[in-house]
């Protein structure tokens, strides 16, 4: 069973909620899939057993003992990556695409295309199970590419170690990592929060998830700061006939957890946070079972 938690914006309490999860099963898969900004191996130091170089892409780069300086290059390229600075043909790395075009096309053949190969892929064992997780290194492309080597990774582990249980934390938004990211999961649980942004992106991240014809459960954290708000959400999706599996109170115990580097079943288990995160996530599961 591979479970995806996502929200439709940031700082909805996603990643918390996943940890949670991954913490009241006694044997899972963690992936998380946020690679441009993955935060939960900082909660769980999981050890690195692999370590995988991922290439998301090329970088243009010039020969200057081969270089003329002729700027046939400037005027081919279209992503405005190229200039003329005190007379000498330069690259602007954060522009260039890797589109090959001024290696192909310079006639003094002064650029060579090298590989981005900053990012990575890392996969272990933490105290519930097994993780994995990328990094994208800053500037890198390819993310949902990144978010594709994770999750194989964590179907391949689950496989070979005889785990039925994927819990994938995904990146925010709508973008192309969380295409990756839902893609055949068996249950999505979308994290938002009472105000009209939650609101606002929750809609459309139920409109990607129906699209792709998946499970869909709802999750509204903080739902005490704006009740009003949270009924909304809650009418909003009663209309679409998807189950609110679950509202969270505000607590700071999630932050002191945090601190201590545990999730906050683990570091507050009576709590009533930890309480209903474990209701949700036993109907999670019977849902899918």
């Not at 130091?45 to 692999?50: A, S, V």
């Not at 105000?195 to 992106?201: A, I, K, P, V, Y």
Request: proline residues 3%; negative net charge; charged residues 20%.
């Amino acid at each position: 069973m591979q479970i995806a938690v996502i929200s439709g914006k940031g700082g909805t309490g996603k990643s918390s909620i996943s940890a949670a999860f991954a913490t009241l099963k006694s044997h899972v898969v963690l992936a998380d899939c946020d690679v441009d900004a993955a935060n939960l191996y900082l909660l769980f130091h999981p050890t690195h057993e692999k370590e995988e170089v991922f290439i998301s892409g090329f970088k243009a780069v010039i020969d200057k003992d081969v270089c003329t300086n002729c700027g046939e290059c400037i005027s081919y390229c279209r992503f405005d990556a190229i200039d003329e600075i005190d007379g000498e043909v330069v690259i602007n790395e954060t522009s260039c695409d890797g589109c090959k075009l001024c290696s192909r096309i310079c006639p003094a053949e002064a650029i060579s295309m090298v590989q981005e190969d900053k990012s990575r892929m890392y996969s272990g064992s933490f105290r519930n199970g097994k993780m994995v997780y990328g990094l994208l290194s800053p500037g890198e492309e390819n993310s949902g590419r990144l978010v594709d080597v994770v999750r194989e990774e964590a179907k391949n582990i689950a496989r070979s170690n005889g785990i039925d249980t994927i819990i994938i934390d995904g990146p925010p938004g709508i973008g192309c990592p969380v295409i990756s990211t839902i893609t055949g999961v068996h249950q999505v649980v979308i994290v938002t929060e009472p105000t009209l942004s939650g609101l606002h992106d929750l809609k459309r991240t139920i409109e990607v998830c129906l699209k792709f014809k998946l499970n869909i459960s709802v999750i509204i954290n903080k739902f005490d700061l704006n009740t009003d708000m949270a009924n909304n959400i809650e009418k909003y999706c009663n209309s679409l006939d998807i189950s609110v599996i679950s509202k969270l109170p505000f607590d700071k115990v999630v932050v002191d957890a945090m601190l201590n580097c545990k999730s906050v079943v683990e570091y507050a288990p009576h709590s009533e946070i930890s309480i209903l995160l474990g209701k949700a996530f036993s109907q999670i599961c019977n849902i899918n079972s």
